[in-house]
């Protein structure tokens, strides 16, 4: 038995090793994985069959599920040429307006009206209240859709809106709203919703369900207003209940001809999760009105995109800074090219603010996030711990960009999820925001180079420790 464990284990190593020296993308990643194979037997190799490969030149990983996904082309809109909007007068902004299209095959559009949420509850409220003058549709997807009050009340609604006529559509995702099983998800269909989740993971599809997760959050009512951001359906951003307290999170309102590009990212994601249904998808957009003033652009992107979008909207936004960077995320976790560009962007005197809670929901990540401090204090990078915890995924680049969505700054949602967020080109929403960030800085607690210098061994070694999962956080 020892001798079959023993060649089992060396051919494990041998065939993983040779894996990472073909398809690695970065020596330190690929080092870092071949000691966890050679320390951590058999089961080194099977993590990085799991979770290390390289999805975007193994090509197992391009065919099936992805290659289906690719190949889809989902109907045009042609009357929606009038929203297009160019800069001519900033080449830079024109530049990553180029960047998004090329990576999201969608183009910055005017005519907008977007309304930030800056919580929980005022989420909900809004949310709720546009649900109930649904009059055709309502479609939902959700990375978490948790037991509680919440779901409850969006059950209780969607069953009188049903009896109304409206129809109903949900999409989760599997493992994040792996509560939903049974009883639950079952109460939904038994009053007529069509529900699906998102990549459930079986034993044939593991290496494509396991990995990748479905991390958007959009709803489209009536292809006439939707709602996207980092709001999950959790009773976490109503009532307290943890030491963390009650969350905190942003999410945006949408109406005008952003309304179709983000709708189509929902119909395509449940033309697959249903297993491609029988409806016709250009039955449910429409041509879009002038409902604002507000120049928008959707970024999405996922695992089987060729670039990593997020990542790369978020670079692009900060080759464009002058004079400022706001960032608000709860896990700033990101790769060596994000951090090596925000350090070479605050060395050239760009004033750099870091929000991130003092507490987390995850230590793991927490660690791995605080690892990277002592080199962004450096370079002048201002960080700033908040009491209360908060779950938005905010950018804010000088006095006209700002993103807002699903997308962390992780290698999670840089290369493994699906993300999406809305990158807004408009002064008066950028004020708000960085009214609102500095508002919370001035209440929270600024990290000095000198005192996190003086952080514990030990504290430093849980740092260095989360810090090599962090592909895996």
Known sequence: MKTVITILYVLTSVWAIGAIIYHGRRPSRSISWALAIITLPILGAVLYYLFGMNRRKFKF????????RNKYTPPKISAQEKFLTHFDADIRKERLNRLIKANSNTTAKTGNKIIPLQDGEETFNVLFKAMEEAKNFIHVQYYILERGTLLDKMLELFERKIKEGVEVRIIYDFLGSYQLRGRPRKKFQDVGV??????????????????????????????????????N???????????????????LKLEGP?????????????????????????????????????????????????????MQQYIGMMNQAKNSICIANPYFVPGE?????????????????????????????????????????????????????????????????VSIGSGNFDIRSFELNYETNILIYNKEINTEMTAEFQKICDKSEPVTLERFKNRTIWFRFLEGLFKFFKPLL
Do not use: C
């Open 61 to 68: 990983f391009n065919t099936k599920e992805f290659e289906k």
């Open 194 to 231: 069509k529900i699906y989740p998102i990549m459930p993971i079986r034993l044939k599809n593991l290496l494509f369900s396991l990995n990748f997760r479905n991390h958007r959050k959009i709803v489209i009512i009536d292809n006439k207003v939707a709602f996207t951001g980092g709001v």
């Open 233 to 251: 359906v959790s009773d976490k951003y109503i009532k307290r209940e943890n030491e963390l307290g009650k969350w905190k999170d942003t999410h």
């Open 258 to 310: 952003i309304v179709n590009d983000l709708h189509l990212i929902f119909l395509k994601d449940y033309f697959f999760a249903s297993n491609k249904e029988d409806f016709h998808i250009a039955d449910y957009l429409s041509e879009q009105q002038t409902a604002g003033d507000v120049r928008a652009q959707v970024v999405a992107g996922g695992p089987d995109s060729k670039h990593p979008t997020i």
């Open 337 to 401: 090219a994000f951090l090596q560009s925000l350090k070479i962007t605050a060395m050239e005197g760009v004033n750099i603010s870091l929000l991130v809670p003092k507490k987390s929901d995850s230590k793991a990540a927490k660690f791995a996030m605080f690892s990277h401090f002592e080199e962004l204090l450096q370079v002048g990078v201002k960080i700033y711990l908040r009491e209360d915890f908060s779950h938005s995924k905010i950018m804010i680049v000088d006095d006209d960009l």
